[in-house]
């Protein structure tokens, strides 16, 4: 047995079926993927009613064409929007936006507007009509590409949904622009980690530089 494996056999693991219970406190799976960008989502609905949500469950998935995602648990307003209307907005949330952010994950009606309850404004978007967070310091309008209904490994719908979307236009504080290069950690940005409200900040001196070979 190599040095590598030796050292794997000695760590005492805590191993289980996700189908059958993880056995601790909290689930740890989320905490396990982490950080992750969170999705502060901004859309709009066919009669006009705009929503503002946070979902832990995004990313980006591809460069060409530039496409976006957020997972939603339950079939939740933003994604009904999305279906509607075929558009929605990613803000970037940073430290400075983190209770506002917080703010708009309250289960409210439909036709409440989150924008009110964070006491953030809104400002129109270029390409669609959902409107853009207007402290967000980097915000993509997006097109819907899909909604994917996920499936387990025996092919049974899941109660959740995968929007993604193509970015069609972006929309950067120059601020944070230094010598043409966007400098992520001047921003501050959070991102969620695990738990109930586990968060991330990102800063200057946290971030590190490693090259690829390739």
């Known amino acids: 047995m190599d040095q590598k ?8 693991y805590h191993s289980y079926e996700p189908t059958k219970g993880h056995g601790l406190k909290h689930d740890p799976f989320n905490a396990i993927v982490a950080p992750r960008p969170i999705g502060w989502i901004s859309s709009r ?19 060409k064409p530039l496409i976006v995602g957020f997972s939603s648990t339950n079939w939740k307003d933003s994604v009904a929007n999305v279906q509607e209307t075929k ?3 990613w ?13 708009t994950a309250a289960h409210v009606a439909r036709e409440v507007d989150e924008f009110a309850i964070a006491g953030v ?13 207007a402290k967000s310091p980097a915000s993509f309008e997006c097109k819907l590409t899909e909604i994917i209904h996920l499936k387990n490994a025996n092919q049974q719908r899941a109660d959740a949904w995968l929007t993604l979307g193509e970015v069609v236009a972006v ?10 290069v966007y400098e992520t950690a001047l921003a ?3 991102a969620r980690a695990g738990r109930r409200g586990d968060y991330f900040e ?3 001196e946290t971030m590190f530089e490693m090259v690829r070979p390739d």
């Open 5 to 12: 494996a030796s050292r794997a056999v000695e760590r005492d």
């Open 45 to 63: 609905d066919s009669k006009g009613n705009i929503n503002l949500a946070p979902y832990s469950f995004f990313n980006a998935f591809s460069y």
């Open 87 to 89: 558009e929605f907005c």
């Open 91 to 103: 803000n970037l949330v940073t430290m400075d936006l983190a209770r506002q952010m917080n703010a």
């Open 121 to 133: 404004a809104a400002v129109p978007s270029k390409l669609i009509d959902a409107p853009r967070v």
């Open 171 to 180: 929309h950067i504080d120059k601020a944070f622009i230094r010598d043409g």
């Open 188 to 190: 501050r940005p959070i």
């Open 202 to 204: 990102m800063t200057p």
